[in-house]
């Protein structure tokens, strides 16, 4: 008998999509805490938030690897980029104290391409397993002729729980604080769209070229992940370390980042020579013609993270995180002032 029309005529695969489920479903259970109440087959992520807190409050995030997914469809490279969803998403959210206790994703795709769709879970999963924090559910959405076969997006979406005492929002910062850098790991997934237009339209440059000034080639230096700062953070916390703010460096650089945890009446300057920035950024600049001015409102410049805390405080604080693994600079202070980041 004839069957007709199907699901699969019409572009979409479901056993291409049971194919990648079956690929990454061990990953994603190894992330599972003992807090996680539900299974893989279930249609909302359940996750108990247990007791031993006494006011807790609920922190939630979201963001999506913008266009740095572009250099991953042109390498054909999907493995590192779930970690840029993960900590795009956690690293906003312990900046207010909270610990990341699950992530949901989101990847959409034209034609489904299991071994793709694999590659990319698995790097969301192993991800959430260095921050501790339980991939609980997703949506795997196949849409034929919204996207060009071989291309994706992907979204994040993270929740986490800090006591009400232990927020941490900016209040408590002074005149006299000092600004700590966290190292980036490059470029991380903001300005992606500017350092393309400058290295390789502008520039001139293939992602397969090694320019003198990287040991690496351009594609290589782009796709690397995001730095995941949220293990650091908790561990700084858990050791009663409580800094006055933190602030995750992405979309609008050190300048408009910083600005947010001032309260009024302070402002923060911020020393660019107080940390090498990586040669990646001297490339785009000198390729692309850019202004330091735009290049330090699009760019991290090398710091991933900015830890703002009382003088006494910072040695403790910068010993914690090189023992995570951290590499940490003193790029500033708290002024009094009218709220502005100078940089100089």
Known sequence: MDEGLTYKDAGVDIEAQDRAIGAFQEAVRATHTPNVVTGLSDFGGMFALGGGYQDPILVAGTDSVGTKLMIAFELDRHDTIGQDAVAMCVDDIVCQGARPLF?????????RDPEQTAAIVIGVANACRQVGCALIGGELAELPGL??????????????????????????????????GLSSSGVHSNGLSLARKALLQ??????????????????????????????????????????????????????????????????????????????????????????????????????????????EAAEALEANFAASGETVYRIGEIERGDRQVRLS
């Open 103 to 111: 992530f949901l994703d989101y990847l959409g795709s034209g034609v």
């Open 147 to 180: 996207y060009k076969p071989g291309e994706y997006d992907l979204v994040g979406f993270a929740v986490g729980v800090v006591e009400r005492s232990r927020i941490i929002d900016g209040s408590a910062v002074s005149a006299g604080d000092i600004l700590l």
């Open 202 to 311: 502008v520039g001139g440059l293939k992602l397969s070229d090694t320019p003198c000034e990287l040991d690496r080639s351009v594609g290589e230096e782009l796709l690397t992940p995001t730095r995941l700062y949220a293990a650091s953070i908790m561990a700084a916390l858990d050791a009663g370390l409580s800094p006055g703010a933190i602030v995750h460096i992405t979309g609008g650089g050190l300048p408009d980042n910083v600005i947010r945890c001032l309260p009024e009446g302070l402002s923060a300057h911020i020393r660019v020579d107080g940390f090498p920035h990586q040669p990646i950024f001297g490339l785009i600049q000198r390729l692309g013609g850019v202004a330091d001015a735009e290049m330090y409102r699009t760019f991290n410049m090398g710091v991933g993270m900015v830890v703002v805390c009382r003088p």
